[in-house]
């Protein structure tokens, strides 16, 4: 959870807030959790995810936009030694599976993911149209996901 | 009901959906979304198909441990949040078809699940019989000593900060429970991949007088106590206990007479399916 939210925004005071955050909206909404539509750590991670962009978009409607940072799109390229072994399977798959993927949507899919930025500032700083970034970013997933349904 | 001028058709919802899984959207687009699915008659098989991917992309974030302060406050959060709850009634127990019929059969053995077609014999079942009585013997004294180290605000704290790390790392089984009559209550089950196991329940009103919660392991219907639940002032009761026998699908509580019960004497008014994290 920490990590999630440290990716998305890359600072350790609102990696904080977002995760105590998500902890009290784990405890409120566990009623409605429901387990036929995602596994709880899947769900917690969203829920996380949720907050982190909240934080960020909300700090960023008082700072001025960031200039496109190396360290979003860097990060996915690095090749990280994870821990614990039973992941590295589906990390070294996942991983490969995005390297794989044209530029553009690769960028689309990350800054909106771990960029957190919405749409418009994704057109903005990758100067293109609205509708092209919709479709990068939905071929890319289309692209993603048979590619993981389908480990070679 | 979401403002008419975003509301949205099926086919810029299936644009959209991309954009949606990856939380992307300006907040008022993703509610109008959201509210799109919540009420189409469609499935709109895309926006799941999507979204089946961003685990994926979750998983790509190397795990950071959480600084000490942070386990701080979390916890110091949910104990708010615990403590802004309303008071509670007691909740009477509601009945669960299945559970209460498999404790009307003449106690079986607690013993791990044997394969269908073999029966033991007579005198084996007497002795996993006993042995079970005294594995409930320990389990229960060691539970109460658990409860017993974990009475200071600061070793709870501690195993509440273990509890919630297991309920999201990887590996572990999660069960969620919620007190059926009681929506204030609610909480879950972790058991970490190293063989800890843990329940945390919060907002539970304290236990009806003569009474106590107890916690079970339930293997094909079959009872396990898995220690006595003791609620704190502040509504949290918080459980550590070594891993059940293999074979559990379902954590569920009940209240038994004081002091507990070697097989559940009431219907339990929380269960939840153990599921991985």
Redesign the interface.
């Known amino acids: 959870m920490y990590g999630l939210a440290m990716r998305i925004t890359n600072d350790a005071q609102l990696a904080q807030d977002a995760v105590q955050e998500a902890f009290v909206g784990v405890w409120r909404n566990a009623a409605r959790y429901s387990a036929a539509r995602a596994s709880v750590r899947t769900w917690i991670l969203s829920i996380t995810h949720h907050r982190a962009i909240d934080l960020i978009r909300r700090r960023r409607a008082t700072v001025a936009l960031p200039e496109a940072s190396e360290t979003v799109a860097e990060a996915l390229t690095v090749p990280d030694v994870w821990p614990e072994i039973a992941h590295s399977i589906d990390v070294d798959a996942v991983r490969a599976a995005i390297a794989q993927l044209p530029d553009a949507q690769r960028q689309a899919i990350e800054l909106a993911y771990f960029g957190g930025l919405t749409q418009v500032e994704i057109a903005q700083r990758t100067e293109s149209p609205l509708g092209t970034i919709k479709s990068r970013v939905r071929l890319g997933l289309l692209t993603l996901r048979r590619q993981l349904e389908e480990p070679e | 009901m979401s403002d008419p001028r975003l509301e949205m058709s099926c086919d810029e919802v299936a644009?959209?959906?991309?954009?949606y899984?990856?939380?992307?959207?300006?907040?008022p687009e993703h509610a109008s979304v959201a509210a799109h699915l919540a009420s189409c008659h469609d499935a709109h098989e895309e926006v799941r198909?999507?979204g089946?991917?961003?685990?994926?992309?979750?998983?790509?974030?190397?795990?950071?441990?959480?600084?000490a302060?942070?386990k701080a406050?979390?916890l110091d959060?949910?104990e708010r949040?615990?403590a802004l709850a309303p008071p509670m009634s007691v909740a009477t127990s509601t009945k669960v078809p299945g559970f209460r019929a498999g404790l009307t059969e003449p106690a079986r053995p607690v013993q791990a699940p044997a394969p269908a077609a073999w029966r033991p014999p007579a005198w084996a079942s007497w002795g996993a019989a006993m042995a079970a009585v005294l594995v409930l013997a320990v389990v229960g004294v060691w539970a109460l000593g658990v409860q017993q180290r974990a009475a200071s605000a600061e070793q709870r704290a501690a195993v509440l900060a273990d509890a919630?790390a297991a309920?999201?790392?990887?590996?572990?089984l999660?069960a969620?429970l919620?007190d059926s009559a009681n929506?204030e209550a609610?909480?879950?089950a972790a058991l970490s991949a190293d063989g800890t196991a843990y329940l945390v329940m919060?907002g539970l009103p304290e236990a009806p007088s003569g009474q106590t919660y107890q916690a079970w392991y339930m293997a094909d219907d079959q009872p396990t106590s898995a220690g006595l639940l003791t609620v704190d002032a502040d509504g949290y009761a918080v459980l550590v206990d070594s891993q059940p026998m293999s074979g559990t699908q379902v954590v569920a509580l009940t209240r038994e007479p004081a002091g507990g019960s070697e097989l559940p004497t009431s219907a339990p008014f929380a269960l939840g399916?153990l599921?991985?994290?």
């Open positions: 644009e959209l959906a991309g954009l899984v990856l939380d992307a959207l300006e907040r198909e999507l089946s991917v961003v685990p994926a992309l979750a998983s790509l974030v190397q795990p950071i441990d959480a600084p302060t942070l406050r979390v959060a949910v949040e615990a919630i309920m999201s790392a990887p590996g572990s999660i969620i919620r929506q609610a909480g879950f919060v399916e599921r991985p994290a």
